[in-house]
Each structure stands twice: as structure tokens, then as C-alpha cells.
């Protein structure tokens, strides 16, 4: 076995080189700018109509939170379904991992993916709603797959490139889903679990010794709890996650805030650590002078797409089961979702480890370390190799790093606060957050499945699903986490490419929209490509209203 997890560790870490390289990186970016010069930077010129559209209108409009009795979903759904499965530990052990990787720079690098990654989102979710299509029993079908096989393989010549890159990004979807959207978020939910137990023990002074048996504990309960839901199919999963999401998030919210006002005098420090680390020449972590900017640009790309997926095509899948008629009105969601995971809950994070004292903002390392019974203690050596326990004794420790000490990070803020209930509820927040993101992308799977096999093959799937929700919860992290960045990167590819080629129907579409809601020309409206849901959806639109 040992030596299977070494040659797909391997074969892992070239794929992910390539992958993540940077031309891959440049391309996530220009498909991002490209939309936003194209929309005329919707997300900038147009915040207050997005804004009131979106998290304005869910406490006064029928439309968005009404639930359906067809097989669709409502747009509040569908934003809490996307974001269930963006909020997830990407917002805490990916932050965390980038920070402690790539220094605080890498902070700003997210912020600046996130911004023009709202209109990568935008765009995705435009054209999931254009070129959706509803089967015999009302169910609507959209995704990257639909408008690669439908949009690019309609261009002269491209059929067969568009067939090919819509069964690749299914496939991709579809290892996808139990990297990103079940390994690496079990492993995380199982991880702090023990973490949380450990420190409690230690901190009450008791000799602890995890018994081999509880991580096999932890996945039988994360089995049944994700089995309980998915098997229910996306109803169930959209019913769940309308009341979990607004809960989580809330919830880590009050609490990230309470630590930030407790350290707002260092809030000024945290803002120049940011920019400094983002520009600054000096490797974050020491090394290779001029390498720093590089490494938190990376790091800052790559976890924010983690964390928000714009650019993955994922999200589009359940947006396009949305009840909306407007394509724009969905793209809006989207711009709204990535403004939220990122903008918000992301930079919560961050200002929660920077104002802990776990990172040095001087020169962007771990000031924290970890003894062998998961015990913080504060780093004295310059080399960060050896510290000193509270009798001056020398005391072998584990560095934090990116994967296996990232979230203790954020469990060492909290500790400073809360005390021990500060790992404990860190642990909870990973739970729900992880919890929440493998019932949204069991949907993206279940999507790519039917795609490819038909119906008959989502039930397997399903099965399989919950299967490996228990493996993760006892595999090693590190692998979990690079299987993960390897099949979004491979998913992110094919999807950007149909964007891009694509990109003149968004502009078409968002200027149909601006002129009929903002200049009150009387256009006919955009909604679909195609013939018959463009009349039943006009239709729709006089019988029910403008949604």
C-alpha cells in the first residue's frame, strides 16, 4: 500500500505542475479581466443593482426564496447550494495554508483573483442559463458540459472539440468531486476533531494517547450523516443547505469578529504585512530573493480558487437548476457568492491568524509552533527548527505549514480568546463548513455522472460517494489536499477555454439586460439559446413577473 500512495503521490505532483503552472495561473486571471473590461466592470459599475438583487432582495421578494414544486430550485437555494460548497475549509485550513506558504501577501493575491473572479463566476452562470435544458420531468440540465458541447462545439469547425472538452471537464467534475468535494473536506472535518480532543486533554494536563479507533468513529458518523442527505437527491441537499449556510456563516462570523476587535490595534500592522508581503522581494519563509512575490501570488491564485472555484465551472451546475428566467439574474448570484466567500469570510480569516501573533508580519513566517501532543508554543530560534517549553527546556516541535499544521493556525487564534472552547469551536466551524461543501459538490458529481452514463449511473455513484466520504476521514492530508488542487486545475482548464471562446454571448446578454432594466428600452429579452425555452420562459416572464 505504502508503495501505491508513492507512485500516485508521483504521478500526482507532475500532473499538478503542470496544471498550476503558471501559464494556467495567467489564463484563470485573463479570463477574468477579459470579462470585466467586456461587462464594463459589472461588479464595480453596477454594485448597487447586483447588491439590491441579490442579498437585498431575499427578505422582500417571493421570487428568490419561494420554494418550487417542480424539480427546479429557488435562487436563494441554488446561492446557498453554491455556497456550501465554496464555504468550506477552504475559507479556514486554505487561507491558513497561503499565509503560512506564501506569507500575508498572499491575502492581497486573493483578493485581486476574487475580484475579477466574481466575473469569471458571472460569466459561468450566464451561460449555464442560456444553454440549459429541461427534460421530461422538469428537471433543467446546465453546466460547463452544456455549453462546451452546445456553445464552442456549435462554432464552424469545433463540434468535435466541443463534444471532447465537455466529456473532459465531466470526467474532471467527476474526480473533482471526491478530491475538492469529499477527501480533502472529510480529512480536514476528521482532523480537527482529534485536534480539538487532544488539545483539550493536553490542556487539562492528562496523559492522552489517541486511540487508534476514533478516527474510524469520526468517518462512520460523516458517513451517515452525508449518506442521509445526498441519497435524498437535490431537493434534500438544497432544503438542507438554505438553513446551514446563513447558520455557519453567521456563526464564524460573530466569532472572527469578536477576535479581530480584541487585536484592532494591530489591524494598520496587518494591512502593511499585506501589501509589503504581496510586493515585497524578500521570499516569504526566507529563500531565493525575488521569489516572495511569486510564491504569494501563487498561493494567493491557487487558494482563492479553492476557496471561491471561479474559473472551475462547478458552481454553474446548480445555478442552472435555479427557477430564474434571466440569465443576468443568476449571473448576479454569482458575482454576489464569490464577493461573499472570498471578500468576506476569507479575509475574516486572515485578519483572525495576523492579529494572533502566529505569523511574524515582518518577515511573513510561523512565530507558532506545534509540540508532539499538539501543544502551541511560541517559536525563539531564528531557524524556527527549535523552541523552548514554559522551564526553558529545549522541546522538538512541528513546524506549521501548509497542510498539516494550516488549520491549527486559526485554532491558536481562537485559543488566545476562547481558551480551549477556542479549538473546539474552530473544529465545529470545519465541521459544518466541510459538511456543507461535500453535500454541494456530491450535486456537481451527481451532474457529471448523468452526463456521461446516463440516470441509471447516479444511484452508484451516490453509493460510492459516501463510501469514499469515509476513506477520506482516515486518509493522509497531504495527498488529499494535492489530488484536490490537481482535478480543479484539469477541471478549470477545459471550462475557461468555452468561457473565453463564449465571452461575446455574456457581453450580448448583459447588454440586452442593462438595456432593458437600467436604460428601459423595450428589447426583447435574452434568456436562451434555444427556440422553445426562450418562449417558455418569455412566457413565463409576463404570466409571473420579472425574476
Not at 505532483?13 to 503552472?21: E, F, K, P, R, S
Not at 446563513?246 to 501589501?275: E, H, L, Q
Not at 512575490?293 to 462547478?314: C, D, Q, T, Y
Request: net charge neutral; glycine share 10%; charged share 15%.
Amino acid at each position: 500500500m505504502e508503495q501505491f500512495i508513492q507512485g500516485v503521490t508521483k504521478v500526482n505532483d507532475a500532473i499538478n505542475g503542470a496544471v498550476w503552472g503558471w501559464p494556467a495561473l495567467i489564463l484563470l486571471g485573463a479570463v477574468g479581466i477579459i470579462m470585466t473590461l467586456l461587462t464594463k466592470f459589472f461588479q464595480v459599475s453596477h454594485i448597487g443593482h447586483w447588491m439590491k438583487n441579490t442579498i437585498g432582495a431575499i427578505f422582500k421578494d417571493k421570487h428568490i426564496t419561494g420554494h418550487t414544486n417542480d424539480k427546479s430550485i429557488s435562487q436563494f437555494q441554488s446561492l446557498c447550494t453554491a455556497l456550501a460548497a465554496t464555504v468550506g475549509t477552504g475559507n479556514i485550513v486554505g487561507v491558513a495554508g497561503a499565509i503560512a506558504t506564501g506569507g500575508p501577501g498572499a491575502v492581497f493575491w486573493m483578493w485581486i483573483i476574487a475580484f475579477f473572479g466574481m466575473m469569471t463566476n458571472y460569466s459561468e452562470n450566464v451561460l449555464g442559463i442560456l444553454y440549459r435544458r429541461k427534460d421530461s420531468k422538469g428537471e433543467w440540465h446546465g453546466g460547463a458540459m452544456y455549453y462546451l458541447r452546445d456553445g464552442l462545439g456549435a462554432k464552424k469547425g469545433l463540434k468535435v472539440v466541443g463534444a471532447i472538452l465537455a466529456v473532459l471537464f465531466s470526467v474532471f467534475c467527476l474526480l473533482a468531486s471526491f478530491g475538492i468535494g469529499n477527501m480533502s473536506q472529510v480529512n480536514s472535518m476528521s482532523s480537527n476533531i482529534k485536534a480539538a480532543i487532544t488539545n483539550v486533554a493536553t490542556t487539562s494536563n492528562s496523559a492522552w494517547v489517541m486511540p487508534a479507533f476514533v478516527p474510524y468513529l469520526i468517518g462512520g458518523f460523516l458517513f451517515i450523516a452525508v449518506a442521509a442527505v445526498i441519497l435524498g437527491g437535490l431537493k434534500r441537499i438544497a432544503a438542507i443547505t438554505e438553513k446551514l449556510v446563513p447558520f455557519m456563516v453567521v456563526v464564524y462570523f460573530i466569532g472572527a469578529i469578536v477576535i479581530i476587535c480584541m487585536n484592532v490595534t494591530s489591524i494598520p500592522a496587518i494591512f502593511t504585512s499585506i501589501f509589503k508581503g504581496a510586493f515585497s522581494l524578500k521570499a516569504a519563509g526566507g529563500g531565493v530573493v525575488g521569489s516572495g512575490i511569486a510564491l504569494a501570488m501563487k498561493m494567493g491564485f491557487k487558494r482563492g480558487v479553492f476557496s471561491n472555484e471561479a474559473g472551475l465551472g462547478s458552481s454553474v451546475m446548480v445555478h442552472s437548476s435555479s427557477n430564474v428566467k434571466e440569465p443576468v439574474r443568476q449571473g448576479m448570484w454569482g458575482i454576489f457568492e464569490v464577493f461573499a466567500d472570498t471578500i468576506v469570510v476569507c479575509t475574516l480569516t486572515a485578519l483572525v491568524i495576523l492579529g494572533s501573533g502566529a505569523i511574524d508580519l515582518d518577515n511573513g513566517r510561523p512565530a507558532m509552533a506545534t509540540d508532539e501532543n499538539g501543544a502551541y508554543i511560541q517559536m525563539v530560534d531564528a531557524d524556527g527548527q527549535l523552541v523552548f517549553d514554559d522551564d526553558g527546556n529545549p522541546v522538538n516541535v512541528t513546524v506549521v505549514d501548509e497542510i498539516g499544521g494550516s488549520s491549527n493556525l486559526m485554532s491558536y487564534s481562537f485559543s488566545k480568546v476562547f481558551g480551549p472552547a477556542g479549538s473546539i469551536f474552530i473544529a465545529l466551524a470545519i465541521l459544518l463548513f466541510a459538511y456543507s461543501t461535500v453535500l454541494g459538490w456530491s450535486h456537481y458529481g451527481t451532474t457529471a455522472v448523468e452526463y456521461l452514463f446516463g440516470k441509471h449511473a447516479v444511484w452508484p455513484y451516490r453509493i460510492v460517494f459516501v463510501v469514499i466520504v469515509f476513506l477520506g476521514s482516515i486518509m493522509e492530508a497531504q495527498l488529499a489536499w494535492d489530488i484536490s488542487d490537481t482535478f480543479n486545475g484539469l477541471m478549470m482548464l477545459p471550462n475557461l477555454i468555452g468561457v473565453l471562446v463564449l465571452s461575446p454571448m455574456v457581453m450580448k446578454a448583459t447588454t440586452n439586460y442593462v438595456d432593458r432594466h437600467m436604460r428601459h428600452k423595450d428589447v426583447k429579452p435574452m434568456l436562451s439559446v434555444f427556440d422553445d425555452i426562450q418562449e417558455m420562459q418569455e412566457k413565463a416572464l409576463k404570466e409571473k413577473g420579472d425574476n
